[in-house]
């Protein structure tokens, strides 16, 4: 016996009409028919409008009653699966069947649209907003460790979150992502001595020869703030392709949470590590000269080699030539939870030519993923419950959590953001803030 979604592939593929129903019309309709399984008479009666409507040639009145009717199942039994269809695959027809419903429910319905956009467009481009719910998402699937990153709109939220940081007064380990023109993303550690060290990671690099001014402004922010930071940067680059810089900060963000955990046993954490790892002082202004003739204040940075684990995703294929002046010993370590060391990782590499350039492939699957990953999420969590997750990732959220901590000098803060499956945690951080997962 033949299924519904069957004898409908049969009448696409006999229909004359058939070329008249776009792909995300026919996706819809399908995803119609599978929410309507269970409910056997009314998917009859649709499935025989089906028909009649492709006997008539009036394809375009069925579109708009099932779409119609899949809206009323939406309001009347929330289901972000089947709404997000109507969203993503028939959008001028919920534009204009939407008005129907309450204003209650359009409010709700136009909140869930903006997200399920965002989730969809992730695998084009991710704006703030597809940020702050790639953050949630994360944390809400991550159980074996903390996922917390203040997602940050720019230069001027950049400010704010570092002289919040500054003015709380505590020991604190804090990492963020910068959403702006160009996304990178960074690590800070306020020390108990109050030092405060800050790792700077930009998918393009950040040597003085090709440094995205963005990248040079917020160093100046830093040390403007923190007068005696040390600040850590690599100059690889990484990203070679025109458009990413986002791809690369969230997975970034991802491997950087964890990197600690696959750190040889010598270092302390991953300042010790870059600390141990550097290169050189680099100057941000050897070329500049003021008007009166000056040069303007150098804050220096150091130019330091990054862990291995946060290589992998490198695009340029010399990249991976510069591993082998690797030592040994951190060549030998397993770098991911699948304990590959970066040289079996490299051996699984697929390579392709783009534009004269042989580009390393590993990251072309990151932004499907989060996509997908997203729409799962919103399909599974109530609105409410999204929403507020994603204000923990954001500035707000990030001073709500400081300031709770403010005045706690005597009980420092430290960070230890992978949960070890042999050792009890005993000591806590502004970072391992545990957010509660959506059920």
């Not at 481009?125 to 719910?133: A, D, I, P």
């Not at 397993?334 to 040289?343: G, R």
């Not at 072309?364 to 969590?381: C, E, G, M, R, T």
Request: proline letters at 3%; aromatic letters at 8%.
């Amino acid at each position: 016996m033949h299924s519904h979604d069957d004898s409908f592939r049969e009448i696409l593929k006999e229909s004359e009409i058939a070329e008249m129903l776009t792909e995300h019309q026919s996706d819809f309709l399908r995803s119609y028919f599978k929410f309507l399984k269970h409910d056997h008479e009314k998917l009859d009666k649709i499935f025989n409008e089906l028909v009649v409507h492709f006997q008539e040639e009036n394809l375009i009145s069925f579109i708009e009653s099932s779409v119609t009717s899949a809206l009323d199942l939406c309001a009347k039994e929330w289901n972000p699966e089947l709404l997000a269809e109507i969203i993503l695959k028939c959008p001028e027809n919920y534009i204009k069947e939407k008005s129907r419903l309450s204003d209650s429910t359009i409010k709700i319905f136009d909140k869930f649209s903006g997200l399920a956009l965002e989730a969809s467009n992730a695998q084009n481009e991710l704006t703030y907003t597809g940020g702050l719910l790639a953050c949630a998402e994360i944390n809400s699937r991550k159980k074996d460790y903390i996922f917390s990153p203040t997602v940050l709109k720019g230069s001027l939220e950049f400010s704010d979150y570092l002289l919040t940081l500054k003015q709380a007064e505590i020991t604190s380990r804090e990492k963020f992502i910068i959403c702006d023109e160009h996304w990178l993303v960074g690590d800070i550690k306020i020390s108990e001595n109050n030092h405060v060290d800050i790792f700077i990671l930009d998918s393009l690099g950040a040597g003085t020869h090709k440094m995205m001014p963005s990248t040079a402004d917020l160093i100046m922010q830093c040390k403007c703030i923190f007068l005696e930071a040390t600040i850590y940067l690599s100059d690889q680059r990484r990203q070679i392709t025109p458009k990413g810089c986002w791809h690369y900060s969230i997975d970034d963000m991802k491997h950087l949470t964890v990197v600690e955990k696959y750190l040889d046993k010598s270092y302390e954490d991953l300042f010790d590590y870059l600390k141990k790892a550097k290169q050189e002082n680099i100057s941000l202004y050897s070329s500049i000269t003021q008007v009166d003739g000056s040069n303007p204040k150098d804050p220096g940075v150091i130019k330091v080699n990054i862990p291995l684990s946060l290589m992998m995703t490198a695009q340029p294929q010399s990249v991976f030539d510069s591993i082998a002046e690797r030592n040994e010993k951190e060549k030998k370590l397993p770098i991911n939870k699948k304990n590959e060391t970066a040289q079996q990782i490299i051996e699984s590499l697929i390579f392709e030519v783009r534009g004269g350039k042989t580009v390393n492939t590993r990251l072309d699957k990151v932004p499907k993923k989060i996509a997908s990953n997203v729409l799962k999420y919103l399909y599974n969590n109530p609105l409410e419950l999204v929403e507020k997750s994603m204000d923990k990732f954001s500035l707000s959220g990030f001073k709500t959590r400081i300031n709770s901590l403010s005045g706690q000098r005597s009980n420092p803060h430290r960070i230890f953001s992978v949960k070890s499956k042999s050792t009890t945690l005993q000591e806590h951080s502004t970072n391992s803030i545990s957010f509660p997962s959506p059920k």
